[in-house]
């Protein structure tokens, strides 16, 4: 019923920038965070950066002062401009968001993921 639909990853050299977009879609009632988890190959899953309704940001400390997440309520989107990207930044970058959907008068807020996009930062 609702997908988290990614875009904007690539192949991009080591000080290079990318941007990455994730549109939710779907019976969609309220959307209380947003954000953006990565894995690299033989690492964990780890948060990346997330931004509430409220517009409160939080970033990895990894990221701190080279990515800045950005959200447009009006489209359900959330966006993550990665500047000065480094090859360690190199992994599998995925959407998440925090979705109340409504069906009738009944509400419930699930968690969901996009598909992943891949960023790769060459040396």
């Known amino acids: 019923q609702v997908q988290l639909v990614e875009s904007g990853g690539g192949l991009v050299q080591a000080g290079g920038s990318l941007r990455l977009s994730c549109a939710a879609s779907?019976?969609?009632?309220?959307?209380?965070?947003m954000g953006w988890y990565r894995q690299a190959p033989g690492k964990q899953r780890e948060l990346v950066a997330t931004r509430g309704s409220d517009g409160r940001s939080n970033y990895a400390d990894s990221v701190k002062g080279r990515f800045t997440i950005s959200r447009d309520n009006s489209k359900n989107t959330v966006y993550l401009q990665m500047n000065s990207l480094k090859p360690e930044d190199t992994a599998v970058y995925y959407c998440?968001?925090?979705?109340?959907?409504?069906?009738?008068?009944?509400?419930?807020?699930?968690?969901?993921w996009g598909q992943g996009t891949q960023v790769t930062v060459s040396s």
């Open positions: 998440n968001a925090a979705i109340t959907t409504a069906q009738g008068f009944s509400v419930m807020e699930n968690d969901y």
């Open positions: 779907g019976l969609i009632f309220s959307i209380r965070s």
